[in-house]
């Protein structure tokens, strides 16, 4: 359901209230979700655990300390890769606008949604 002009304004004017009183939060909020955890480091990382898990159990049946260890260190090495963020070269959004605008703050999908919408609704009037 699309929002009213009223309500449209409020939101405007609630976003440029949290620029002004904390913009490192602001900022926070409008990050790129490609920086949180990726779905194909934890798919990896589990696979890696599992692999681990197994050379562990390895070792215990044959009675190899080494073997057991080796496992161990697998396992943790599966679990760091399944919490570590994903390690791009640059931010997407930095890169494009680069050239252009350096000093503006990159702006989320949903802003730009609400402004393409607000924009929209402008022309029609």
Not at 88 to 96: I, K, M, S, T, Y
Request: charged content about 20%; cysteine-free.
């Amino acid at each position: 359901m699309p929002l009213s002009e009223h309500e449209q304004r409020l939101l405007d004017q609630l976003e440029q209230q949290l620029h002004a009183e904390d913009p490192k939060f602001a900022n926070v909020l409008s990050t790129s979700p490609s920086r949180s955890l990726s779905t194909r480091n934890i798919v990896i990382g589990v696979l890696v655990v599992i692999i681990g898990l197994m050379i562990l159990l390895g070792g215990v049946a044959s009675q190899l300390i080494v073997v057991g260890i080796l496992g161990f260190l697998v396992m943790g090495a599966g679990v760091y890769l399944a919490i570590s963020k994903p390690k791009f070269g640059a931010d997407p959004q930095r890169v494009g606008k680069a050239g252009g605008n350096a000093g503006a703050k990159p702006k989320s999908g949903f802003m730009n949604n609400l402004e393409e919408k607000w924009d929209e609704r402008r022309r029609e009037q």
